[in-house]
């Protein structure tokens, strides 16, 4: 799943090609991708609005229309968004079209079908068109603390890995971010979230924030699906230094990266830089 770096490469290529374009046509070919309103009326809707501005929360994409009006984006597991002409040939998984001018369309792309766009109009809150954004914690790279994370875990018992992946905790940080983090601030992802000092976390805010300013710098990370509104893969992947590296080297130590299933999601990490006391790991 895109997360931060990838959603923020993705806004800001989008600010670039959008903003100031006036949309011209609307084609929804799979309704089901349309959260809000229904796909006819969201065609409809669309129709006349010129672009804004871009902004992101968490994973969200919010295009800031004319008139008041907003069109939100979730790129799930597979969405992409993509900016080319419109003499291109359309992909098979070409879910909704956006036309604009100079013979230009937005693409929404995505093969497993979990990504969803709303339209929300003048005068309606985005939250509560697109109810994601009600539950969602800090921005981690804006004014993000030590001290805020330290307030949302010292009561939380489960594993400081899976708080992390809880979006009410900090927004955006997802499966990659969460493993490389915790890599550079040496914090086992095993260890209690409420067990965490306010040192250590004060470590680990600023880790994360150095970790998702690298990650954007890089335009990400492209696993599978991912690309940015060109489709241009990111480069992340390359630099990580846990992620998707089990049985690789540790790049500061040497000892092997190893792997754990945590929630249900494949976690590495490097034992001797990370460790727990009284546990061991298969390699």
Not at 158 to 164: H, N
Not at 218 to 230: E, N, Q, V
Request: hydrophobic share 35%.
């Amino acid at each position: 799943m895109p997360e931060l770096p990838e959603v923020e490469t993705v806004r800001r290529g989008l600010i670039t090609s959008l903003v100031g374009q006036k949309i011209a046509g609307v084609e929804v070919l799979r309704p089901q991708s349309i959260g809000f309103p229904t796909p006819a009326d969201f065609e409809q809707s669309l129709l006349g609005h010129s672009v804004l501005d871009v902004s992101r929360r968490g994973k969200y994409l919010l295009i800031h229309l004319d008139q008041g009006a907003h069109l939100g984006v979730h790129l799930r597991m597979s969405g992409r968004l993509l900016v080319t002409w419109t003499d291109q040939p359309l992909g098979p998984h070409v879910r909704v079209r956006i036309l604009l001018e100079q013979e230009q369309e937005l693409r929404f792309e995505d093969m497993r079908v979990f990504g969803r766009l709303w339209y929300v109009p003048r005068g309606e809150a985005l939250e509560k068109v697109i109810t994601g954004l009600q539950h969602l914690g800090p921005e981690p790279l804006d004014n993000f603390s030590g001290k805020d994370l330290f307030d949302r875990l010292k009561k939380r018992t489960q594993p400081i890995k899976t708080a992390l992946l809880d979006q009410s905790v900090v927004a955006g940080i997802g499966n990659i971010y969460a493993d490389e983090s915790l890599f550079g601030a040496k914090i086992n992802p095993l260890r209690p979230a409420q067990s965490l000092t306010l040192d250590e976390l004060d470590t680990l805010t600023t880790v994360i924030q150095s970790t998702l300013s690298q990650a954007i710098a890089l335009g990400g990370s492209t696993l599978r699906d991912y690309t940015d509104i060109r489709g241009v893969n990111g480069n992340y992947q390359e630099e990580a230094w846990v992620y998707a590296r089990k049985g690789a080297p540790c790049r500061v130590c040497g000892t092997t990266v190893a792997r754990i299933r945590l929630a249900g999601r494949s976690t590495c990490f490097c034992p001797y830089c990370q460790p727990l006391k009284g546990v061991e790991y298969s390699q």
